[in-house]
């Protein structure tokens, strides 16, 4: 198996457990909140066979992850009875989502500075994680601590969770960002945003991926200057 095939293994993988984790954290939400439709459906689990959808989770990744060090996908839709919480609720369970990647990448991010200090020669590791995560392969590979695979996991966790944060604060009707803001917009207008939907996409393809990078660049910026100066 060539390099840039396991990098972009490797990069699926996290991309699926952090779909599954986005997807479990809006079930888990929707249930404290009093609907327990998700949680009936085994919704509130990281086993992503539970939330996988075949274009979100496993055709259009595919497609584009060997041409593309960044790659988006998704889940299928949390159910919900919205009765059970009302529209509020129904906005706090969107908004669970991206606060669930953002969450993720946290984490990663303190797993990471942990072993940094922990295990000397992971600081010396981390620039390779970074550059290997954006498919460079000219990078030397060699010597590298055995606990590497780990580091690379890690700060795959980072990326791709921010990334993920970022595609799903877009404000198109079908993605997470767009239903939070159905939330705050008067009636006319939400029923005119609803209808905008197709048209919106076909944006999307042309500049959603600008919008993207405009949300998770600073993100990443300053992840990873803490990452390196801490």
């Known amino acids: 198996m060539s390099l840039e ?19 479990m954290v809006q079930a888990w939400t929707a249930s404290r909140l009093g609907d327990q439709t998700a949680r009936m459906l085994g919704r509130i689990t990281m086993n992503p066979v539970k939330h996988y959808d075949l274009l979100g989770t496993i055709i259009f990744p595919v497609i584009f992850i060997y041409q593309s060090p960044l790659v988006l996908g998704w889940g299928k839709p949390v159910p919900m009875t919205t009765r059970n919480f009302g529209k509020r609720g129904e906005m706090l369970v969107y908004a669970s989502g991206p606060a669930a990647h953002l969450f993720a ?17 992971i600081a010396l590791a981390l620039p390779v994680a970074a550059a290997l995560s954006l498919r460079d392969t000219s990078v030397a590979t060699v010597g590298l601590p055995q606990a590497f695979p780990v580091v690379l996991f890690l700060y795959y966790g980072i990326l791709v969770n921010l990334l993920l944060f970022a595609f799903n604060l877009v404000p198109l009707p079908s993605l997470d960002g767009g239903k939070v803001l159905r939330y705050f917009l008067p009636y006319n207008a939400k029923e005119q945003f609803d209808r ?5 996409m ?12 405009a949300i998770m660049s600073p993100l990443m910026g300053l992840f990873n200057g803490l990452l390196f100066a801490l």
């Not at 905008?196 to 919106?200: E, R, Y």
Request: a neutral charge; proline letters at 2%.
């Open 5 to 23: 095939v396991a990098l972009a293994v490797f990069e699926y993988v996290v991309m699926v457990l952090a779909l599954s984790f986005h997807d």
């Open 105 to 121: 990448a946290g984490v990663c991010l303190i797993a990471l500075l942990v072993l940094k200090h922990t295990v000397p020669a």
């Open 196 to 200: 905008m939907g197709f048209w919106l």
């Open 202 to 213: 076909i944006a999307f393809f042309f500049v959603g991926f600008r919008i993207i990078l």
